[in-house]
């Protein structure tokens, strides 16, 4: 878009490692440095970034439900010094559960596995309840609030009978995703995620918009912004490229068998 960082655009990065003290010094800090624009990875920082200033422009890459999460009056009039892109989290987290059902022969008790102090968890939770309804899919719902319980987690799926996982997204997830795609593999069952992260560091199979995608068009909203733009007149866009990846490894390892026409499908296959 033009900008040479050192010429053009100086970008300041932080990083908080899932720690919410950290996260909210950090965001004080930039709006100490009166930035132009803060760009935020999700809704956790978003609404930290958003309790920091109501000023600077906040651009988030991405946001399951920005008007549930109060960072938007609308998608289309966004009205406030937040604007950004959807990525449509609850509405897809039924065809997550959808293509699961596809790759595991007679699936009849899912785990869903969250974390309740994730913005949007409750909404996706509702619409993985309404999927599995329609699928005559019994779920059953654990709650992770400490990344400590993730053995846990997985235990209790074992305990349960599922024959199958539905990784919801939550920040403290991030950084532990070797840890959950290998604890999948050890309880041997078939999980799907959010992330494509996940499925490069040997989780199973994920559905959903491209990130990379959403971030390099958040960077027109910042280019808008720079340029004089306001984030309350910058409609919230929702994702118009979507991603099924499927490692073929990772179903091995569980002596699963992924159908022709799964993988026929898939934008990407990890052999």
């Known amino acids: 878009m033009g900008y040479i960082e050192g010429k053009n655009i100086l970008i300041d990065y932080r ?6 003290k950290r996260e909210r010094d950090l965001a004080a800090e930039l709006a100490r440095l009166n930035v132009e624009a803060i760009v935020t990875t999700g809704p956790t920082v978003t609404r930290t970034a958003k309790e920091t200033t109501a000023t600077i422009p906040i651009v988030f890459a991405q946001d399951g439900d920005p008007v549930a999460s109060g960072f938007v009056t609308s998608l289309a009039h966004p009205g406030g010094n937040i604007t950004g892109l959807s990525n449509l989290s609850p509405e897809l987290s039924g065809k997550r559960l959808e293509l699961l059902q596809e790759i595991v022969p007679k699936l009849s008790r899912v785990t869903v596995i969250g974390s309740s102090i994730e913005p949007n ?3 996706i939770l509702n619409e993985t309840e309404l999927a599995a309804t329609a699928l005559k899919v019994k779920i059953q719902y654990v709650d992770v609030l400490n990344s400590k319980d ?3 987690a997985f235990g209790a799926a074992t305990h349960q009978q599922a024959n199958g996982v539905v990784l919801l997204g939550a920040v403290i997830f991030n950084g532990h995703r070797k840890q959950i795609t290998e604890l999948a ?3 041997r069952l078939a ?3 959010t992330r494509p992260e996940y499925v490069q560091d040997g989780g199973l199979m994920t559905y959903g918009p491209s990130i990379t995608d959403l971030f390099r068009r958040a960077a027109t909203y910042v280019d808008k912004i720079l340029k004089g733009a306001k984030p309350a007149d910058l409609a919230v866009e929702q994702p118009i490229k979507f991603e ?3 490692n073929l490894r990772a179903a091995k390892q569980i002596d699963l068998t992924i159908p022709p026409n799964v993988l026929a499908r898939a934008d990407r296959v990890i052999k």
């Open 150 to 152: 993730l053995e846990t």
């Open 185 to 187: 593999v050890k309880h």
């Open 244 to 246: 099924l990846i499927v």
């Open 191 to 193: 999980a799907t995620y």
């Open 121 to 123: 968890n409750t909404k």
């Open 15 to 20: 990083y908080a490692e899932g720690n919410e």
